[in-house]
Protein backbone atom coordinates (compact mmCIF):
# COMPACT_ATOMS: atom_id res chain seq x y z
CA UNK A 1 0.00 0.00 0.00
CA UNK A 2 1.39 3.56 -0.19
CA UNK A 3 2.36 6.09 1.71
CA UNK A 4 -0.72 6.51 4.17
CA UNK A 5 -1.23 10.82 3.83
CA UNK A 6 -2.76 11.99 7.21
CA UNK A 7 -5.26 14.28 6.34
CA UNK A 8 -7.02 17.06 9.27
CA UNK A 9 -10.47 18.22 8.62
CA UNK A 10 -12.41 20.35 10.16
CA UNK A 11 -15.44 18.85 11.31
CA UNK A 12 -17.31 21.67 12.35
CA UNK A 13 -16.57 24.27 9.42
CA UNK A 14 -19.16 24.91 6.74
CA UNK A 15 -22.77 25.23 5.94
CA UNK A 16 -23.67 21.85 6.67
CA UNK A 17 -21.39 20.45 9.34
CA UNK A 18 -20.61 18.37 10.88
CA UNK A 19 -23.20 15.58 8.87
CA UNK A 20 -21.69 16.54 5.65
CA UNK A 21 -18.05 17.18 6.45
CA UNK A 22 -17.88 13.77 8.74
CA UNK A 23 -19.56 11.38 5.61
CA UNK A 24 -17.08 12.93 3.03
CA UNK A 25 -14.57 11.45 5.58
CA UNK A 26 -16.11 8.46 5.78
CA UNK A 27 -16.66 8.01 1.75
CA UNK A 28 -12.82 9.34 1.84
CA UNK A 29 -11.54 6.29 4.14
CA UNK A 30 -14.00 3.89 2.27
CA UNK A 31 -12.59 4.66 -1.22
CA UNK A 32 -9.25 5.35 -0.61
CA UNK A 33 -6.65 2.78 1.53
CA UNK A 34 -4.23 5.17 1.95
CA UNK A 35 -5.75 8.12 3.37
CA UNK A 36 -6.24 8.66 7.46
CA UNK A 37 -8.39 11.53 8.32
CA UNK A 38 -8.01 13.34 11.44
CA UNK A 39 -11.76 15.33 12.72
CA UNK A 40 -11.06 18.40 14.95
CA UNK A 41 -14.08 19.41 16.58
CA UNK A 42 -16.96 18.76 19.44
CA UNK A 43 -16.19 14.73 20.44
CA UNK A 44 -19.50 14.24 20.85
CA UNK A 45 -20.83 15.63 17.92
CA UNK A 46 -18.48 14.01 15.72
CA UNK A 47 -19.47 10.38 17.71
CA UNK A 48 -22.95 10.93 16.49
CA UNK A 49 -22.14 11.03 12.99
CA UNK A 50 -19.94 8.73 13.02
CA UNK A 51 -22.19 5.97 14.35
CA UNK A 52 -24.44 5.84 11.21
CA UNK A 53 -21.70 4.45 9.44
CA UNK A 54 -19.65 0.98 8.69
CA UNK A 55 -16.26 1.91 8.03
CA UNK A 56 -11.95 1.16 8.39
CA UNK A 57 -12.25 3.07 12.56
CA UNK A 58 -8.70 2.54 12.10
CA UNK A 59 -8.42 5.24 9.82
CA UNK A 60 -10.39 8.24 11.56
CA UNK A 61 -9.61 9.63 14.50
CA UNK A 62 -11.29 12.39 16.64
CA UNK A 63 -9.07 15.14 18.42
CA UNK A 64 -11.62 17.03 20.40
CA UNK A 65 -11.58 20.91 20.61
CA UNK A 66 -13.66 23.02 22.76
CA UNK A 67 -14.44 26.29 20.60
CA UNK A 68 -15.37 26.93 16.88
CA UNK A 69 -14.42 30.08 14.65
CA UNK A 70 -17.84 31.21 13.25
CA UNK A 71 -17.61 32.66 9.91
CA UNK A 72 -18.63 36.20 10.85
CA UNK A 73 -15.78 36.50 13.19
CA UNK A 74 -12.97 39.12 12.74
CA UNK A 75 -10.01 36.63 11.60
CA UNK A 76 -7.11 37.67 13.10
CA UNK A 77 -9.33 38.05 16.71
CA UNK A 78 -10.62 35.22 16.37
CA UNK A 79 -6.93 33.32 15.71
CA UNK A 80 -5.35 34.74 18.49
CA UNK A 81 -8.28 34.58 21.16
CA UNK A 82 -9.57 31.14 19.81
CA UNK A 83 -6.21 28.63 20.52
CA UNK A 84 -8.66 25.65 20.93
CA UNK A 85 -10.70 25.62 17.86
CA UNK A 86 -11.35 23.55 15.30
CA UNK A 87 -9.27 25.49 12.86
CA UNK A 88 -6.46 26.61 14.75
CA UNK A 89 -5.74 22.99 16.22
CA UNK A 90 -6.20 21.51 12.87
CA UNK A 91 -3.06 23.81 11.65
CA UNK A 92 -1.25 23.63 14.50
CA UNK A 93 -1.21 19.81 13.90
CA UNK A 94 0.10 20.42 9.99
CA UNK A 95 2.84 22.92 11.45
CA UNK A 96 4.22 20.35 13.89
CA UNK A 97 3.81 17.88 11.14
CA UNK A 98 1.09 15.58 12.74
CA UNK A 99 -0.87 15.75 9.58
CA UNK A 100 0.02 16.27 5.86
CA UNK A 101 -3.01 19.10 5.34
CA UNK A 102 -5.59 20.72 6.52
CA UNK A 103 -9.14 21.04 4.78
CA UNK A 104 -12.11 23.28 6.41
CA UNK A 105 -15.25 24.65 4.63
CA UNK A 106 -15.28 26.87 7.79
CA UNK A 107 -14.38 30.71 8.03
CA UNK A 108 -12.26 31.75 4.61
CA UNK A 109 -11.04 34.86 6.55
CA UNK A 110 -9.52 33.02 9.57
CA UNK A 111 -8.00 29.83 7.38
CA UNK A 112 -6.13 32.40 5.59
CA UNK A 113 -4.97 34.22 8.10
CA UNK A 114 -4.19 31.08 9.92
CA UNK A 115 -2.58 29.62 7.16
CA UNK A 116 -0.08 32.13 7.01
CA UNK A 117 0.37 32.97 11.11
CA UNK A 118 0.25 29.52 11.61
CA UNK A 119 1.70 26.94 9.63
CA UNK A 120 3.70 29.53 7.65
CA UNK A 121 5.14 31.09 3.74
CA UNK A 122 7.16 29.14 1.75
CA UNK A 123 10.78 30.96 1.86
CA UNK A 124 10.60 33.27 -0.68
CA UNK A 125 6.92 33.37 -1.58
CA UNK A 126 5.67 36.87 -1.33
CA UNK A 127 2.17 35.72 -0.71
CA UNK A 128 -0.16 32.89 -0.96
CA UNK A 129 -2.29 32.23 -3.48
CA UNK A 130 -5.92 30.97 -2.68
CA UNK A 131 -6.04 28.50 -6.67
CA UNK A 132 -9.23 26.90 -7.21
CA UNK A 133 -10.21 24.45 -9.96
CA UNK A 134 -12.96 25.26 -12.39
CA UNK A 135 -14.53 23.04 -15.39
CA UNK A 136 -13.69 24.52 -18.76
CA UNK A 137 -15.20 23.33 -21.90
CA UNK A 138 -11.91 20.55 -22.40
CA UNK A 139 -11.12 19.79 -18.69
CA UNK A 140 -10.40 22.01 -15.89
CA UNK A 141 -8.46 25.63 -15.14
CA UNK A 142 -6.69 26.51 -12.36
CA UNK A 143 -7.77 29.97 -11.48
CA UNK A 144 -5.06 32.16 -8.99
CA UNK A 145 -5.73 33.97 -7.17
CA UNK A 146 -9.80 33.62 -6.20
CA UNK A 147 -9.34 35.68 -2.30
CA UNK A 148 -6.14 35.45 -0.92
CA UNK A 149 -5.02 38.82 -2.05
CA UNK A 150 -7.02 42.04 -3.10
CA UNK A 151 -4.43 44.32 -3.33
CA UNK A 152 -1.81 42.60 -4.99
CA UNK A 153 1.49 43.27 -6.92
CA UNK A 154 3.03 42.40 -9.97
CA UNK A 155 5.62 40.31 -8.16
CA UNK A 156 2.74 38.70 -6.80
CA UNK A 157 1.10 37.18 -9.79
CA UNK A 158 4.21 36.40 -11.55
CA UNK A 159 5.11 33.86 -8.37
CA UNK A 160 0.89 33.07 -8.90
CA UNK A 161 1.69 32.08 -12.63
CA UNK A 162 4.68 29.81 -11.31
CA UNK A 163 2.81 28.21 -8.30
CA UNK A 164 -0.60 27.63 -10.54
CA UNK A 165 1.58 26.56 -13.55
CA UNK A 166 3.94 23.95 -11.02
CA UNK A 167 0.64 22.51 -9.87
CA UNK A 168 -1.44 21.96 -13.13
CA UNK A 169 1.61 20.27 -14.50
CA UNK A 170 2.29 17.99 -11.59
CA UNK A 171 -1.24 17.27 -10.23
CA UNK A 172 -3.19 17.33 -13.43
CA UNK A 173 -0.72 15.88 -15.78
CA UNK A 174 -0.10 18.92 -17.97
CA UNK A 175 2.64 19.76 -19.87
CA UNK A 176 3.85 23.32 -20.46
CA UNK A 177 0.48 24.45 -19.37
CA UNK A 178 -1.10 27.96 -20.98
CA UNK A 179 -0.92 30.75 -18.70
CA UNK A 180 -2.78 33.92 -19.23
CA UNK A 181 -3.48 36.64 -17.29
CA UNK A 182 -7.03 38.34 -16.76
CA UNK A 183 -7.79 41.87 -19.09
CA UNK A 184 -10.31 43.57 -20.58
CA UNK A 185 -8.84 42.78 -24.29
CA UNK A 186 -6.48 40.78 -25.48
CA UNK A 187 -4.21 43.65 -26.64
CA UNK A 188 -0.89 43.72 -24.80
CA UNK A 189 -1.38 47.60 -24.16
CA UNK A 190 -4.85 47.14 -22.76
CA UNK A 191 -5.37 46.96 -18.86
CA UNK A 192 -5.17 48.71 -15.59
CA UNK A 193 -2.20 49.56 -13.79
CA UNK A 194 -1.30 45.97 -12.60
CA UNK A 195 -2.00 43.66 -15.62
CA UNK A 196 0.06 46.23 -17.85
CA UNK A 197 3.05 46.08 -15.07
CA UNK A 198 2.41 42.22 -14.72
CA UNK A 199 2.25 41.52 -18.75
CA UNK A 200 6.03 41.99 -19.53
CA UNK A 201 7.36 40.38 -16.65
CA UNK A 202 5.31 36.90 -17.37
CA UNK A 203 5.71 37.95 -21.23
CA UNK A 204 9.67 37.61 -20.36
CA UNK A 205 9.87 34.53 -17.89
CA UNK A 206 11.15 32.17 -20.02
CA UNK A 207 9.82 29.23 -17.63
CA UNK A 208 6.30 30.27 -18.59
CA UNK A 209 3.99 28.83 -21.19
CA UNK A 210 2.82 32.44 -21.10
CA UNK A 211 -0.34 33.25 -24.03
CA UNK A 212 -0.93 36.60 -23.36
CA UNK A 213 -4.10 38.18 -21.87
CA UNK A 214 -8.07 36.08 -21.20
CA UNK A 215 -10.96 37.45 -21.18
CA UNK A 216 -13.87 36.47 -18.57
CA UNK A 217 -15.87 35.03 -21.71
CA UNK A 218 -12.93 32.78 -23.11
CA UNK A 219 -12.26 30.97 -19.99
CA UNK A 220 -15.04 28.84 -19.65
CA UNK A 221 -13.73 28.05 -23.59
CA UNK A 222 -10.75 26.49 -21.77
CA UNK A 223 -8.21 28.94 -23.62
CA UNK A 224 -5.37 28.51 -20.79
CA UNK A 225 -5.18 26.18 -18.09
CA UNK A 226 -3.39 28.68 -15.68
CA UNK A 227 -5.60 31.61 -15.16
CA UNK A 228 -3.74 34.77 -13.42
CA UNK A 229 -5.31 37.64 -11.25
CA UNK A 230 -6.07 39.67 -8.35
CA UNK A 231 -8.13 37.61 -5.50
CA UNK A 232 -10.68 40.97 -6.35
CA UNK A 233 -10.94 39.74 -9.97
CA UNK A 234 -10.43 36.10 -9.26
CA UNK A 235 -13.77 36.25 -6.26
CA UNK A 236 -15.98 37.88 -8.94
CA UNK A 237 -14.64 35.19 -11.90
CA UNK A 238 -15.24 31.97 -9.45
CA UNK A 239 -18.64 33.62 -8.18
CA UNK A 240 -20.04 34.22 -11.00
CA UNK A 241 -18.76 31.24 -13.03
CA UNK A 242 -21.17 29.15 -9.89
CA UNK A 243 -23.79 31.63 -10.44
CA UNK A 244 -24.47 30.92 -14.05
CA UNK A 245 -23.51 27.12 -13.69
CA UNK A 246 -26.10 26.75 -10.97
CA UNK A 247 -29.06 28.38 -12.79
CA UNK A 248 -28.23 26.85 -16.27
CA UNK A 249 -29.10 23.60 -14.30
CA UNK A 250 -32.32 25.45 -13.09
CA UNK A 251 -33.64 26.77 -15.82
CA UNK A 252 -32.31 23.46 -18.44
CA UNK A 253 -34.16 20.86 -15.56
CA UNK A 254 -37.60 22.95 -15.78
CA UNK A 255 -37.86 23.12 -19.25
CA UNK A 256 -37.24 19.71 -19.35
CA UNK A 257 -39.68 18.79 -17.03
CA UNK A 258 -42.42 21.21 -18.91
CA UNK A 259 -44.68 18.84 -20.46
CA UNK A 260 -44.82 15.50 -21.93
CA UNK A 261 -42.80 15.85 -24.79
CA UNK A 262 -39.50 17.09 -23.51
CA UNK A 263 -40.22 14.91 -20.54
CA UNK A 264 -39.78 11.91 -22.98
CA UNK A 265 -37.09 13.72 -24.60
CA UNK A 266 -35.18 14.26 -21.38
CA UNK A 267 -35.54 10.64 -21.15
CA UNK A 268 -33.25 9.92 -24.46
CA UNK A 269 -31.01 12.70 -23.25
CA UNK A 270 -30.54 12.42 -20.02
CA UNK A 271 -27.06 10.16 -20.04
CA UNK A 272 -25.22 12.65 -22.37
CA UNK A 273 -26.86 15.14 -20.40
CA UNK A 274 -25.37 13.82 -17.03
CA UNK A 275 -22.18 13.41 -18.02
CA UNK A 276 -22.31 16.83 -19.27
CA UNK A 277 -23.41 18.85 -16.16
CA UNK A 278 -21.17 16.45 -14.32
CA UNK A 279 -18.79 18.30 -15.72
CA UNK A 280 -19.27 21.12 -14.80
CA UNK A 281 -20.01 20.75 -11.30
CA UNK A 282 -17.23 22.64 -9.68
CA UNK A 283 -17.68 19.89 -5.96
CA UNK A 284 -16.13 16.83 -8.91
CA UNK A 285 -12.86 18.96 -8.20
CA UNK A 286 -12.99 19.52 -4.70
CA UNK A 287 -11.47 22.73 -3.02
CA UNK A 288 -8.93 25.42 -3.65
CA UNK A 289 -5.26 24.81 -2.28
CA UNK A 290 -3.59 27.95 -0.09
CA UNK A 291 -0.32 27.77 -2.40
CA UNK A 292 2.70 28.97 -1.30
CA UNK A 293 2.50 27.46 2.24
CA UNK A 294 4.88 25.05 4.02
CA UNK A 295 1.93 22.62 4.51
CA UNK A 296 -1.11 22.40 2.37
CA UNK A 297 -4.36 24.06 3.23
CA UNK A 298 -7.68 23.51 1.21
CA UNK A 299 -10.44 26.07 1.52
CA UNK A 300 -13.48 24.25 0.49
CA UNK A 301 -16.99 26.04 -0.02
CA UNK A 302 -18.93 26.48 3.05
CA UNK A 303 -22.09 25.20 1.39
CA UNK A 304 -19.84 22.15 0.61
CA UNK A 305 -21.57 18.62 0.83
CA UNK A 306 -20.14 15.21 1.54
CA UNK A 307 -18.78 14.59 -2.19
CA UNK A 308 -17.01 17.77 -2.14
CA UNK A 309 -15.65 17.12 0.87
CA UNK A 310 -14.27 13.55 -0.28
CA UNK A 311 -12.81 15.17 -3.45
CA UNK A 312 -11.13 17.50 -1.22
CA UNK A 313 -9.48 15.43 0.76
CA UNK A 314 -7.91 13.10 -1.93
CA UNK A 315 -6.56 16.23 -3.71
CA UNK A 316 -4.23 16.29 -0.10
CA UNK A 317 -3.21 12.70 -1.19
CA UNK A 318 -2.13 14.04 -5.00
CA UNK A 319 -0.45 17.35 -3.73
CA UNK A 320 1.64 15.21 -1.48
CA UNK A 321 2.62 12.43 -4.16
CA UNK A 322 3.60 15.09 -6.52
CA UNK A 323 5.64 16.95 -4.01
CA UNK A 324 4.28 20.15 -5.03
CA UNK A 325 5.62 22.33 -2.08
CA UNK A 326 8.53 21.07 -2.67
CA UNK A 327 8.82 21.71 -6.41
CA UNK A 328 7.41 25.67 -5.61
CA UNK A 329 10.20 26.08 -3.48
CA UNK A 330 12.94 24.54 -5.63
CA UNK A 331 11.49 27.19 -8.07
CA UNK A 332 11.26 30.01 -6.18
CA UNK A 333 15.26 29.46 -4.88
CA UNK A 334 16.57 28.58 -8.69
CA UNK A 335 14.96 31.81 -9.92
CA UNK A 336 16.36 33.75 -6.84
CA UNK A 337 19.25 32.49 -7.73
CA UNK A 338 18.85 33.33 -11.09
CA UNK A 339 18.13 36.94 -10.27
CA UNK A 340 20.92 37.66 -7.85
CA UNK A 341 23.18 36.07 -10.80
CA UNK A 342 21.38 39.10 -13.21
CA UNK A 343 21.70 41.57 -10.66
CA UNK A 344 26.06 41.02 -10.16
CA UNK A 345 26.92 40.93 -13.31
Known amino acids: MEDVVRVVVDAMGGDNAPEEIVKGAVQAVIHHENIHVILTGYREAIEKELAKYTYPSDRIEIVHTSMVIETAEPP ?130 EDLNFTGSIEARDIPGGACDVIVCEAFVGNVILKLYEGVGATLVSKIKGSMMGSLRTKLGALLVKPALKKTLKSFDATEYGGAPL ?31 QRINEKILEHIRVDGDHQENKTEK
Open 76 to 205: VAAIRTKKDSSIVVGLMMVRRGEADAFVSAGSSGAILVGGQAIVGRIRGIERPALAPLIPTKDGVALLIDCGANVDARSSHLVQFARMGSIYMENVMGIAKPRVGIVNIGAEEEKGNALVKETFPLLKAC
Open 291 to 321: LGLKGLVVKTHGSSKAKEVENSIYQCVQFKQ
